[in-house]
């Protein structure tokens, strides 16, 4: 395989997404990034198989941010990555997913680009499709659905995010929430009040493409009370619509 990459140059910051935590599913520009960096900054989410692909020689320092977890704040982070880039470092900054996808990837490379450190930005794979379809959950159906929506279960606050939620009921079958745990039975009443159905599918995905995956599928009425029950954990994805019906017949073709 004859696949060229950049050159990794020192006093860059390379932003990659390391994908939703099974290390198949790393990108090959991604990999090499891993291989040649000096030094990796990475988040909680993370996988520990992701980071063994790691060189012995390269330096590992997490900087994730958790929720109701004491974490480094953004402006610490950035300026960590800018320390080490002026100091001459290949600098990798891996996150989980994709960067762009709710990573704050914009945040930390303007910062960077802003002192002219050399960033180059990585795409990986976004848990929102890849943890839907390791549930055998596909986002999009021909027959079910042609718009996708993706929502954060909560602003940089904390709070629950300030959507049309009149307008993301109506015009999107199929929508996938990133990090709702803490505001799940918040999401529900919203969607209800909204107008969609209590006995419309939903599956909540835990830990998703990695050896710890767990699903729970209910519907819009009674997710919150069979959350109660289970041991279900963050860090999750809330999959609402359609598409969650055909996970019975699909969940054995993604792991």
Known sequence: MN???????????????????????????????????????????????????????????????????????QGEITARLASLAKQGHKVLRLKGGDPFVFGRGAEEAIPLIKQNIPVRIIPGISAGIAGSAYAGVPVSDGKLNQVISFVTGHDKSGQVPA???????????????????KHLDKIQQELLSAGRHDDEPVCIVSNATTDQQKKLIGTLGDICKKLEKSDIKSPAILIVGPTVALSSLLQGCFT
């Open 3 to 73: 696949i060229s990459f950049p050159e990794f140059q020192a006093g860059s910051v390379w932003l990659a997404g390391a994908g939703p935590g099974d290390a198949k599913l790393l990108t090959l520009y991604a990999y090499h990034a891993l291989q040649q960096a000096d030094i990796i900054i990475h988040d909680a989410l993370v996988s520990q198989d992701i980071l063994a692909l790691a060189p012995s020689q390269c330096r590992l320092e997490s900087m994730g941010k958790r929720g109701g977890i004491k974490s480094p704040v």
């Open 163 to 181: 959507v049309n939620w009149q307008a993301l009921a109506q015009s999107s079958p199929v929508i996938v929430f990133y990090m709702p745990m």
